[in-house]
């Protein structure tokens, strides 16, 4: 599996809504050492890359929260068992 084949995919919810497209994945590191998905973020308006502080709990100077925060408003994790990929 590549990031790269999941990057920008649209994604749904259970009633077929379109969400957004997929703008970064979440992985955690399992028990057993090997990595495995459990969310995606996704952005309702393709902005280019993430800045990184539209994270819930993560913040920075003022102007690049402020920033991120319109330019990916909107943006939301959604875990991968919900995930439904167009």
């Given at each position: ?26 992985a955690q590191v399992g028990e057993d050492g090997t990595p495995r998905m ?17 994270r819930p709990g993560v913040q920075g100077p003022w102007v690049f929260d ?21």
């Open positions: 599996m590549l990031a790269s084949d999941y990057l920008g995919r649209t994604v749904r919810d259970a009633d077929g809504q379109e969400l957004g497209r997929v703008a970064d994945l979440i459990v969310a995606v973020l996704v952005t309702p308006r393709w902005r280019g890359r993430l800045l990184g502080y539209e402020k920033l991120a925060g319109w330019l990916h408003r909107g943006t939301r994790e959604i875990p991968w068992d919900e995930v439904r990929w167009e």
